[in-house]
């Protein structure tokens, strides 16, 4: 996929982007208390934990060159991009940047829907930084490479999110920055549009740009970078070669799944039990069987309106399937004390894998966690077929001979 | 604080896009559309008119054509309270965007300013238009009128800049500035004649009342474009010094309003 040869050149040792010993820590509240009341009743008990999401990370990115950065969920990927782009400033170190930044963080952030496109690409662009000429000179490109046609005079309310995501992929890169950062949007819009961005970011490259990718595909880093950063637990894990590191990679995350847990712990899940059709703790499972999830959970004081639920991943961290309470329409009106909660699969849809199992206790908006154990329990499936992927799908071959 | 000018100077096109912006969505879809820029006022002055002109006689005070004496209060007033309570919650309420899109966060509460500025104008074209069809007579003054706007607009800005960024962190600004604002207005000589303050309160509480610097901005706004010295003597007062204490204390207000802001955005994207 690469357009380029890597070392071909266009990489200077001229610093675009220079971290040194930038950390940055959060505080994770116990509860959110942000009126003033509250603010007064709790006047000395500290209501959070600190968390250092990154820790003294030293990082030069060399003009010209496309750096990705990977690592588990939670790693500090995000942060370290929100810390470039100066969205958040870091608690040490510091950042310098030589040129223009533009990011895509989220896609169409700040559209107003009830102006058109044409008048969003200007709205938006000059969120970007871009003067008005400036977007004079490029809006028939951003109006093309969006595929909107006659819709672009259209208020965006009535856009589709494919639109929507179009428009604002088609600003952001054609705003044509020295330095792009990129967090995880390639996923967005039809194949056809997503390899258009592909190609586009390979121009990018080409014309000497400086991109910073954050993914959780190691291949995709690997196929399109010039090196990888693969981050962990906010320090810098390894850093350089794209085939080294993501293999490096990708062997840690088979091997050791990044299991961690964090939250609030109003609600306590003590203790997450897989077992089999007939309740008996099992580990290995075919496809098919049946499977029941169940968590024991403590809560010392009531907590309003919980909301629980698991996700099952691959071994490379990516979702698989998942789902809660809430999405089941099952209300928990509160929950005092202990109990448990069982989620029941009556037919185990998987091929064969290792795959590992999160569980959650959070708040209906999902806003604050109350304990989430991730990843920290796994299965195995063997499937007594053939087939390859993820999922047991029924297929049936039909056959016409010609005549 | 001087770097985030740079950065602000460097981002004044996005400072006009938004503003444009709200001037467009605020009366889209809506039959009347800019109309409402004047209805709004016409409809307060009424309101105040029948009540205080027609029920409670302010107009035998002396004072010719009492409604444009409230027009010329009212309109710099809404001006000044729209731009402030829309400002407040400007940062709050654009989280999607603070979060995920760096740019200088003050543009969005002074976008808040400059289009309440520009219906401000629209609304004071209109009053003018007024006082020539009823030939009231205008005051020389009336060519001040850019320096007051200035004077307010940093009076504004300086409030609304310190209130957004308190109020990522205390939501209760928001609530508490809705309130606080309509005592304010009570408080300002819009209404009454400045004259009603000196007659009914002691000399000590109509210094104090004084101290309010929305105060002094009123009394020069009915003296520049309602003539208040010839239309309403009752209404007129000026005081060299409740000017330069105005104009300190706005400039104070404005460099305060931006340092704060300047020293809390670090933390907006991490507590919004």
Known sequence: ?403 | MKKNLKKFIEYRELLYNLTIKEVKVRYKNSFLGFLWSMVNPLMLLLVYYVAFGVIFRLRAEGMVRYEFYLLAGILPWNFFSLSVIQAVGSVVNNADLVKKVYFPREVLPLSYLCSSGFHFLLQELVLLAFLLIFRVRLSPWILAFPLLLVLQACFAAGLSLLLSAVNVFFRDVQHFTDIFLLAWFWMTPVVYPVSFIFESLPPWAARIYLLNPMAHIMLLWQRIVYNSPVNGPKAAYFSPVGFTYTVVLSLLLLILGYWAFCRLEGRFAEFI
């Open chain 1, 1 to 403: 996929m690469s357009g380029r040869e890597i070392g071909a050149g266009v990489i200077s040792r001229e610093p675009a982007l220079r971290l040194e010993g930038v950390a940055k820590c959060f505080r994770l509240y116990h509860d959110v208390s942000r009126s003033l009341k509250e603010r007064v009743i709790n006047w000395r008990k500290r209501g959070y934990e600190l968390f250092w999401a990154l820790k003294d990370v030293d990082l030069t990115v060399y003009r010209g060159e496309t750096l990705s950065v990977i690592g588990p969920n939670g790693s500090g990927k995000s942060t370290m991009l929100r810390l470039m782009t100066g969205i958040m400033k870091p608690n040490r170190g510091s950042i310098t940047t030589h040129g223009t930044i533009a990011a895509l963080l989220e896609l169409g952030a700040g559209f107003h829907p009830d102006l058109t496109g044409r008048e969003n690409i200007y709205l938006n662009a000059s969120i970007l930084g871009l003067k008005r000429k400036e977007v004079d000179r490029i809006i028939d490109e951003i109006i093309e490479f969006s595929e909107l046609g006659p819709f672009i005079d259209n208020q965006v309310k009535n856009y589709s999110s494919g639109m929507y995501v179009r428009l604002g992929f088609s600003i952001a890169i054609n705003v044509n920055p020295d330095i792009l950062l990129i967090d995880e949007v390639l996923a967005v819009g039809d194949a056809s549009f997503q390899t258009k961005c592909i190609d586009r970011i390979l121009r990018m490259q080409r014309e000497g740009k400086t991109i910073v990718l954050v993914t959780h595909n190691a291949d995709i880093a690997a196929s399109i970078s010039d090196r990888i950063l693969w981050l962990e637990k906010g320090e810098v894990k390894m850093l350089g070669d794209p085939r080294e590191v993501s293999d490096a990679y990708l062997r840690a995350m088979r091997t050791r799944p990044e299991g961690s847990e964090f939250g609030t712990r109003e609600i306590v899940i003590g203790k997450v039990d897989i077992l089999d059709g007939a309740g008996n703790p099992e580990i290995r499972f075919s496809t098919g069987d049946a499977m029941v999830i169940r968590l024991r959970y403590r809560a010392e004081r009531r907590v309003e309106d919980p909301v629980f639920g698991f996700g099952i991943y691959d071994h490379m961290g990516l979702m698989v399937y998942g789902t809660n309470t809430r999405l089941l329409k099952v209300d928990i009106p509160y929950v005092e004390g202990e109990g448990t909660v069982e989620f029941h699969l009556p037919k185990l849809n998987l091929l064969d894998g290792r795959y590992y199992l999160s569980v959650a206790a959070h708040t209906r908006d999902g806003q604050v966690n109350y304990h989430w154990l991730d990843k920290l329990f796994f299965f195995d499936v063997e499937s007594p077929g053939r087939e390859s992927g993820y999922l047991a799908m029924d297929c049936r071959v039909v056959l016409h001979a010609p005549s």
